[in-house]
């Protein structure tokens, strides 16, 4: 039955996509909006694995979007619209990432930012801020991580842990073998693993802080159990 329902499934998604371009070649304003709606964050996680660089990946997603309408009449329908603007993002992306290592400027500024943000992460807005400096530092751990992977482990890892892209679908959107991608993911998990192993003792020293409104709370706590006014 979950078989069906995934054909059933990729079926829809198909037709709708094919509808998409349809409309957006009749200049279709809303289905352009719907595209770059649906389509956005994956590309510029994408372009973002592969420059790691916050501003260069939204504008290779903004060249790759005028390159992919350019061609939309290419659109066959053969893989997803995803992929289809994914592998434009990706091929951008690298184009430019030649581009620079090209400038020694360019690469110097590239490595400075080796360590800038990779994605924004929902963080649960709490309002204890003691939780949300520790989900914060956590995932700051994880950005950094995955930012200093090599170049082919990051796409990869990208595409299947942030992305949650099957190993299949990261084969055909990175023209890889499936048996590559599995390789490459279990190195990459170890690599990041790795890294935050390194870096997470210090961490520890500031985990479970006591103060805040923690330690406003327990202390008001027993202080009414002990009878004392509020």
Request: glycine fraction near 4%; proline fraction near 3%.
């Amino acid at each position: 039955m979950p078989v069906v329902r995934n054909k059933r499934n990729a079926a829809e998604a198909h037709a709708g996509d094919i509808d998409l371009v349809r409309r957006a070649l009749t200049r279709d304003a809303d289905a352009f909006r719907t595209i770059m709606q649906t389509h956005n964050r994956r590309l510029y996680r994408i372009a973002r694995a592969v420059v790691r660089n916050d501003g260069e990946a939204e504008d290779i997603v903004q060249e790759a979007y005028v390159s992919a309408f350019t061609a939309l009449d290419s659109f066959g329908g053969a893989s997803s619209l995803a992929t289809w603007l994914s592998r434009i993002v990706i091929n951008e992306a690298l184009g430019r990432l030649r581009k620079n290592r090209r400038a020694s400027a360019a690469a110097a500024k590239i490595a400075q930012n080796s360590a800038a943000q990779i994605i924004q992460f929902p963080l649960n807005t709490s309002e204890d801020p003691e939780r949300t400096m520790a989900q914060r530092q956590i995932l700051h751990l994880v950005e950094r991580a995955t930012d200093n992977l090599p170049d082919a482990y990051r796409t990869v890892f990208i595409a299947r842990i942030i992305e949650g892209l099957s190993i299949d679908e990261t084969a055909e959107l990175l023209c890889l073998r499936p048996e590559t991608v599995k390789t490459r993911l279990h190195r990459a998990r170890l690599l990041v693993r790795k890294q935050i192993d390194q870096q997470i003792g210090p961490m520890l020293l500031d985990a479970f802080p006591f103060a805040g409104r923690r330690c406003e709370r327990i202390t008001a706590c027993v202080m009414k159990r002990l009878g004392f006014p509020g």
